[in-house]
């Protein structure tokens, strides 16, 4: 059974247009936030040890973005993530925002995992690896 991480974000000001809609960029970095906590609260791995400790980051190598409805001020916004693929030092990540049930923006994100001193891909550590295993959607 696939497990998935979710977690709320909370639509503030910062995130909207003049008109209290969610600007549409503001998604991209909601999403990575997710990623971030993600990392952080799942993985064990937060992005301080992975960066600044570890000298490794996951640059984005391509992200797909769905826009299916319009997210509002003060929404709460359900974000759902799963691993679509995993291979030794890529992951393809899909998190789906919803808001009372209705699909708000979906993306698909497909990360690398590089050496920031040998700019290259190289594995995700063991145990990073063997962790992101538990969030691997069967479809």
């Not at 997210?71 to 693929?85: A, G, P, Q, T, W």
């Not at 393809?92 to 590089?114: D, F, N, Q």
Request: hydrophobic share 40%; proline share 4%; glycine share 4%.
């Amino acid at each position: 059974m696939t497990t998935a991480f979710i977690v709320h974000k909370k639509v503030r000001f910062q995130h909207c247009d003049p008109g209290g809609i969610v600007f549409t960029p503001q998604y991209f970095n909601l999403f990575v936030e997710v990623v971030e906590d993600w990392f952080d609260i799942s993985l064990n791995y937060s992005f301080a040890k992975m960066v600044v400790t570890s000298q490794f980051g996951i640059p984005a190598m391509r992200i797909e973005a769905r826009f299916h409805n319009p997210s509002y001020l003060e929404d709460n916004l359900e974000m759902k993530l799963v691993v679509k693929r995993l291979t030794e030092s890529t992951a393809l990540v899909e998190i789906v925002s919803s808001c009372a049930g209705e699909k708000r923006c979906s993306m698909e994100l497909l990360y690398g995992y590089a050496s920031l001193a040998e700019k290259r891909l190289t594995h995700w550590p063991t145990d990073v690896y063997e962790r992101m295993q538990g969030y691997l959607s069967v479809s």
